[in-house]
């Protein structure tokens, strides 16, 4: 079992639905990343929390510690948010950090 | 700030050779990485680095090597290239974290890899 596990792998929405991407971890976290990666293109980290709830433009990222859940959602989905998403959890390890990735959710938004 | 560059963004290498991938970055980080992407797979890490002349294994660090002589460049070298090694490499770096803070980390734009 992977330690982020990320729920659905892939997800066909029509434009203008709102989006829930899923990931769960098994390890002790001081915090969790949300990546958006392009087909061909690079990595962008998109959020970074360890409580709570963030928002940026239509994107908003949830967390429950507890739980080990978090989740990202798309409002008004567009077929610019076309892209893989990627939950990475941030492990520190006293002189190291390092994240460890989900596999990612395929997203394709269809006008 | 140029932020994290690569070079080359392709390559394709024939068994048995060898190249460095170069990723430098700008933005004084302490902290890089270097990861491998495989198809369906999450990012691996092959090794990163917490400071100038300090590096360490990741999980995948097999077939491979880096140095870091500066804040700004961590090199990673492939030597002896087998098909295995085909693959997506990014690097990474961050501000280092603690237990209560973290930091993002800034991605390169990725050099993509064939080994055949």
């Known amino acids: 079992k992977n330690e982020v596990e990320q729920s659905p792998q892939n997800l066909t929405a029509q434009e203008g639905e709102f989006i829930t991407i899923n990931c769960s971890y098994s390890?002790?976290?001081?915090?969790l990343h949300w990546l958006q990666q392009h087909p061909g293109g690079g990595i962008v980290s998109l959020f970074m929390l360890s409580s709570g709830k963030k928002k940026h433009g239509r994107l908003i990222a949830t967390i429950n510690i507890q739980e080990k859940h978090s989740s990202l959602h798309i409002t008004a989905s567009h077929p610019r948010d076309s892209a893989v998403y990627i939950c990475?959890?941030?492990?520190?390890?006293?002189?190291?950090?390092?994240?460890?990735f989900g596999t990612g959710t395929l997203l394709a938004v269809q006008p | 700030n140029a932020g994290v560059t690569q070079t080359p963004k392709f390559r394709i290498l024939k068994i048995g050779q060898s190249m460095t991938l170069q990723c430098t970055q700008d933005?004084?980080?302490?902290?890089m990485y270097w990861y491998r992407q495989d198809p369906g797979m999450g990012l691996k890490l092959i090794y990163y680095?917490?400071?100038?002349?300090?590096?360490d294994k990741g999980e995948v660090p097999n077939g491979y090597n880096v140095s870091r002589s500066t804040t700004e460049d961590f090199p990673l070298r492939l030597e002896l290239a087998a098909p295995s090694q085909t693959s997506v490499y990014f690097c990474a770096s961050s501000y280092a974290g603690t237990a209560r803070l973290a930091y993002e980390q800034y991605f390169g734009p990725g050099t993509r890899l064939t080994v055949t």
């Open positions: 390890v002790g976290i001081s915090a």
């Open positions: 933005m004084n980080h302490n902290y």
């Open positions: 990475a959890a941030f492990q520190y390890g006293g002189a190291t950090n390092k994240l460890i």
């Open positions: 680095s917490v400071g100038a002349g300090i590096t």
